[in-house]
């Protein structure tokens, strides 16, 4: 599936699915999982939707951020079970491969994307959190993998967990299956920030406020060499960011911006 731009500052799926909802509003890209009656369960449909959604959303110039959310009581409640009993085993592959793809994705395009968290984010639920590049939650809000329980680990999950949280917490996330609130999510780093319910919305969008106030095209700049270097040897990520720092010295909008550091001034971005 494709989404068009059907309307100025609003995108729709032209065959009405509900997997997702998708809007575009004053260049902040928001895509809402929107299946509460299954607790936005991640089919392989919805998350088939959700990689196409990112990959529209990247390559649309006028989209500084991405928001993700869901609809109804919880975040996400993670894989759904119920289309994963008695399958052959190409569909898990399938499964499976398009939650990397999906995940994956969130990193892969230009714009910052951010997790707006509520209610509780569990196994695939939580790995989308992690995967976001920030995540903001409100204070009544529980993380978990408990896949251990039902005897399917949480193994795809673990990846981005554990590179935003550390082995030990991870593991014992992973091998208890036990919840965390949202101070201890923020303390230990899956999360950025915990807000009153009532003010995560406002509190979500005064963060991709704050992003977008500076070019898009230097923050894309940023964001692809952040994920090129972050698990490589130091000697590696300097030989990544080196020469991403020279191209970026000559960029117009750098000119633009240490010419107005120098002169007193507000810098003027044409990618903003």
């Not at 972050?230 to 010295?249: C, F, L, V």
């Amino acid at each position: 599936m494709r989404w068009q731009l059907t309307t100025p500052g609003r995108y729709d799926d032209s065959m009405g699915e509900t997997n997702l909802q998708l809007t575009v509003t004053e260049g902040r890209g928001r895509i809402t999982l929107n299946r509460p009656q299954r607790r936005n369960a991640l089919s392989l449909e919805l998350l088939t939707e959700l990689d196409t959604a990112l990959q529209d959303l990247g390559e649309s110039a006028a989209v500084r951020t991405i928001i993700i959310d869901g609809a109804g009581p919880v975040f996400s409640a993670g894989h759904d079970l119920g289309e994963m009993l008695d399958r052959e085993p190409e569909f898990y592959d399938r499964l499976f491969a398009k939650c990397t793809d999906a995940m994956m994705g969130i990193q892969a395009v230009p714009q910052p994307v951010i997790a707006k968290v509520h209610g509780m984010a569990t196994a695939a639920g939580c790995q989308l959190v992690a995967a976001c590049d920030l995540a903001v939650a409100s204070n009544d809000c529980r993380f978990a993998t408990p896949g251990v329980r039902i005897g399917l680990f949480c193994s795809t999950p673990m990846v981005p967990i554990t590179r935003a949280i550390g082995r030990k917490r991870a593991l014992e996330m992973l091998f208890t299956g036990d919840p965390i609130d949202a101070k201890t999510a923020r303390d230990w780093g899956l999360i950025n920030k915990v807000v009153p319910a009532q003010e995560l919305e406002s509190e979500t969008i005064a963060l991709a406020e704050r992003i977008e106030r500076f070019s898009s095209a230097i923050v894309a700049i940023g964001k692809d060499a952040f994920y090129r270097q972050i698990d490589e040897p130091q000697a590696n990520a300097y030989a990544i960011t080196g020469p991403t720092m020279s191209r970026n010295a000559g960029h117009d909008e750098a000119q633009e911006g240490m010419g107005a550091f120098l002169e007193k001034r507000q810098p003027v971005w044409k990618h903003s």
